[in-house]
């Protein structure tokens, strides 16, 4: 058993939401000779190899790793020079690359875990090597872009189970979401029907990080950017127009994952969590306004994923995940709420037997039951959530320390697969696509396993293949 593992069992068991040990890793795949990470002493730090040192996320993650009191960033890598002159400035003995394979190459022996906070299409090439190398990986959601990918990080960690993992979903730390855990898991509301979530990502972000389908005119890249090395896998080059790098890239079907992929990973996590019988969806289908271009992902998309289940914690043999982007609310009347206001643009809502779970991201939970809001805090036998953080949880694992570790990859990529699931189907509006994890195969579809299964990838960056 992982240390990660071994640890959140442990540590879960005793908050209300332990995961069965089955449903944690897939034991379909053999595991490959696995690389042993490097032995920390009692006094000794994590050194860290940050990728990705800024862009949108990129400097929190570095940021709040280096302040844990036994860990330290060694390495930065980063194909803007901008980001990479900033970063050095809080880290000035930090060795520095653009390419992250020089980093494992030339320094490899330096650092001994790495942050990924890269655009989507490079997380899974960067996410294989550093595991297989033996480097303790935190990753940036979606964990990967592809639904092959889904297979090969999943080798990947099976065959080096003694590394901690994290995705980066740091909202998972507030009590809200680990209390609404608690309450789907126990059977405080019954038997779960359904749930509906929704992203207002790609309305709200188009000025700032969503590029909502304008081509530019090609331009010189910017001095500061090699822009070759940032489109790193793709076959396909693309010459450079602003609009793409450095954080536009979200829209673009070859480099992110749409509005859906933006931000699944931080609304789909708790349903995972509270039913860890969920593996891998049966179907999905999606409704677009805006059907995806050569260029674009869809825009205004609703998936419907439906999950074969067997436990006695769904009312039947289905459970169906809802899932819209750009603020597609649904009717509140329709659950059983009454006329109000959702808690956030962002919701996780699960309809049960005995009342409904609403849930926005930054935690805020209401819990209702005969069409009243109950306080949660106040119902029976909740437990006290105690302060989390989310980064610092990764390290303690990997320093083999008891940390209450919400995000190891294995649990994160069932989250992702359901993330990503209808961004790829969106392709295939109005289908009911059936969907074999095991196969990397739409059964009822050879167009859609031939096109939104896999790509290639340029020689020198393809994923580790374990």
């Known amino acids: 058993m992982s240390i990660n593992r071994r640890h959140f069992l442990r540590v879960s068991a005793a908050t209300g939401v332990a995961l069965s040990a089955g449903s944690l890793l897939s034991r379909s795949y053999a595991a490959s000779e696995s690389a042993s990470p490097r032995r920390i002493g009692a006094n000794d730090k994590l050194n860290v190899l940050s990728i990705g040192v800024v862009g949108t996320i990129g400097g929190k993650d570095r940021s709040e790793v280096a302040k844990h009191p036994r860990a330290r960033i060694v390495g930065l890598c980063d194909v803007d020079s901008n980001y990479m002159a900033k970063a050095a400035k809080d880290h000035p003995d930090a060795f520095q690359v653009k390419d992250y394979r020089e980093a494992f190459d030339k320094h490899g022996d330096k650092f001994d875990a790495v942050i990924v906070a890269t655009p989507d299409h490079t997380h899974c090439a960067i996410g294989t090597l550093a595991l297989s190398k033996g480097k303790h990986l935190y990753g940036q959601k979606p964990l990967v872009q592809q639904l092959e990918e889904l297979t090969l990080m999943r080798r990947a960690v099976e065959a080096n189970p003694g590394l901690s993992t994290q995705m980066g979903n740091q909202r998972m730390a507030a009590p809200g979401r680990r209390a609404a855990v608690h309450v789907l898991k126990t059977g405080l509301l019954g038997k779960a029907k359904e749930a509906f979530v929704v992203t207002s990502s790609g309305l709200n972000n188009a000025g700032s990080y969503f590029n909502n389908r304008q081509i530019l005119p090609v331009e010189t890249p910017p001095a500061n950017l090699d822009w070759e090395l940032w489109q790193s896998g793709m076959v396909a080059r693309r010459e450079y127009r602003p609009g793409i790098a450095p954080a536009k890239w979200r829209a673009w079907w070859d480099y992110g994952s749409a509005g859906l992929g933006d931000w699944g990973c931080h609304l789909l996590d708790v349903i995972f969590y509270a039913y860890p019988d969920l593996d891998s969806p049966a179907t999905v289908k999606t409704v677009v306004k805006d059907p995806p271009t050569a260029d674009f992902h869809a825009r205004v998309c609703r998936a419907l994923m439906t999950y074969k289940v067997s436990s006695p914690a769904f009312a039947s043999g289905e459970f169906k995940v809802h899932y819209s982007d750009e603020g597609q609310m ?32 930054p935690g805020g939970l209401e819990i209702w039951r005969d069409g009243k809001n109950e ?25 083999g320390k008891e940390s209450e570790h919400w995000s190891p990859f294995p649990v994160g990529l069932k989250i992702t697969e359901s993330t990503i699931l209808g961004v790829k ?38 994923p580790v293949r374990a």
Do not use: Q
């Open 330 to 361: 649904p009717d509140r009347a329709a659950l059983g709420l009454p006329a109000g206001r959702w808690p956030d643009n962002n919701i996780t809502c699960v309809v049960c037997e005995g009342g409904t779970l609403v849930l926005g991201a």
């Open 375 to 399: 306080d949660w805090n106040k119902i029976s036998g909740m437990p006290k959530f105690k302060p989390v953080n989310h980064w610092h949880a990764w390290i303690d694992t990997a320093l």
């Open 425 to 462: 189907a969106s392709r295939f509006p109005g289908e009911e696509l059936h969907w074999d994890r095991a196969t990397l195969t739409f059964t009822n579809s050879p167009e859609a396993t031939r096109t939104i299964v896999k790509r290639e990838y340029r020689k020198g960056f393809e």
